[in-house]
């Protein structure tokens, strides 16, 4: 077991939150240029990140973490994304993998894994898409066939956050062939193992720190208890976990306009044009308003799909109306603030360029933006 203990200020929700925003400001935002130059994940920074539980904020405190309900970490994930989406993201996919092994796995994984992954000793990720199926999730392919002890696994595994360097996996496998939904399984994988082979991370347009890439399973053999969730569960669990997910990339759009909205606003002061400063004019200033007022709408919606996640309630309308119009708005408004910045912007220093790819990315990760209009869609028949 990692030697791993906590601050018992943590257990404070607004300890834990102003800590891991100051860690943000002061230690990622100087790395994340660097990073992004050597395409990788900021893996001294999550292990730096994992002492002050940042890898543990769900986690339950009978296993080690600092139990703290969902929204507290959506507030953390905001908070950080406003300096970097892409090394939120891979941050807090780790801190899911503990949190859900924590809660489901055997003792007998729960007790190795666990501790090592809030310690950022070892990376997790979560693996549904495939290179033939993102949106249609019910179309994976790679097989679980059961032979004697447990389970064999084959198949690739594509567009996974943190796969580039992942220690462990949470993913789904079909256990019947043309069973869809219905024969969908969870099982824990360790790629360390015989069978498991990582694909070189991808190369992208941006947001390297995310450790997008893929692996393959060429006869893994996973023992009967790294079964997590049997067929006719794991589908209905991952739809069901995914309204946090989508909650919580929501407010990591709003934390990226946010941080834009707070760069503009400074240099609009002291930037002068045409004989005053650029906020003096009407036109440029509007702008601002317009991207302050949607995004206090969107931090609206998500605080009310974060209390509702909290009461146990169900999620699913608010949580994916709260994603479409925050990714929404970030991929307007950050064009929009880059714009106001003059070439100002366009300076490395400055977050819009990385922003504007983060909220590329943010349109696909949990859910597309497509899906999302499908899942309101529903919703509304079934009000009627
Ligand atoms: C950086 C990054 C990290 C990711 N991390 C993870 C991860 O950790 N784990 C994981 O499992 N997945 C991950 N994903 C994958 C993500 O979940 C998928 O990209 C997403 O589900 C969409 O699938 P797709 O990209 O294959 O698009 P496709 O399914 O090929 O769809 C292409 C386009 O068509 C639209 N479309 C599809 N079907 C319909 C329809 N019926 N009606 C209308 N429009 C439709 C889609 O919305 C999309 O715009 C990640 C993706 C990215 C970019």
Redesign the pocket.
């Known amino acids: 077991m990692a030697a791993w203990t906590l601050d018992a200020a943590l257990h404070d929700p607004e300890v834990l939150i102003a800590r891991a925003t100051a860690f943000a400001r002061e230690v990622v935002a100087p790395q994340v240029s660097r990073l992004e130059r050597e395409r990788r994940i900021g893996r001294e920074a999550i292990r730096e990140a994992a002492r002050l539980g940042l890898c543990a904020i769900e986690v339950p405190r009978e296993h080690g973490g600092l139990g703290h309900p969902y929204s507290v970490k959506c507030r953390i994930a905001e908070a950080m994304a406003a300096v970097d989406y892409a090394f939120a993201?891979s941050l807090i996919?780790t801190q899911n993998v503990a949190n859900k092994l924590a809660r489901e796995a055997p003792a007998r994984i729960r007790e190795r894994y666990v501790p090592a992954l809030m310690a950022g000793e070892i990376i997790g990720?979560?693996?549904?898409?495939e290179p033939h199926?993102?949106?249609?999730?019910s179309a994976i392919n790679t097989q679980a066939r059961p032979v004697s002890g447990g389970w064999q696994l084959d198949g690739r595994?594509a567009?996974?956050?943190?796969?580039s360097e992942a220690d462990i996996v949470v993913m789904y496998a079909q256990t019947e062939p043309g069973s869809a939904a219905r024969g969908v399984a969870g099982f824990f994988v360790d790629l360390h193992r015989d069978g498991a082979h990582r694909e070189p991370g991808y190369a992208?347009s941006g947001?390297h720190a995310?450790g997008?890439g893929g692996f393959r399973l060429e006869g893994y053999l996973a023992a009967s208890d790294e079964m997590l969730q049997p067929a006719g569960k794991a589908f209905k669990a991952a739809m069901a976990s995914i309204n946090g997910a989508r909650t919580y990339v929501a407010a990591m759009c709003c934390g990226m306009v946010g941080e834009a909205l707070r760069v503009a606003t400074e240099y609009g002061e002291k930037r002068t044009a045409f004989g005053s400063a650029l906020s003096g004019h009407q036109g440029w200033r509007w702008r601002l308003a317009e991207a302050a007022s949607e995004l206090a709408a969107c931090r609206m919606m998500v605080a009310a799909a974060a209390a509702r996640i909290d009461a146990g309630q169900d999620a699913q309308l608010i949580a994916a109306q709260a994603k479409l119009l925050s990714t929404r708005m970030a991929d307007r408004q950050i064009a929009v603030l880059a714009q106001a910045m003059g070439a100002e912007g366009l300076r490395e220093e400055h977050p819009f360029g990385r922003h504007a790819v983060g909220a590329r990315?943010a349109n696909?990760?949990?859910?597309?933006?497509?899906?999302l209009l499908?899942r309101i869609a529903v919703a509304l028949r079934s009000q009627r």
């Open positions: 993201f996919n990720c979560t693996a549904l898409t199926a993102g949106s249609d999730f595994k567009w996974i956050t943190n796969a992208l947001q995310i997008a990315v696909f990760t949990d859910g597309s933006t497509e899906m499908e």
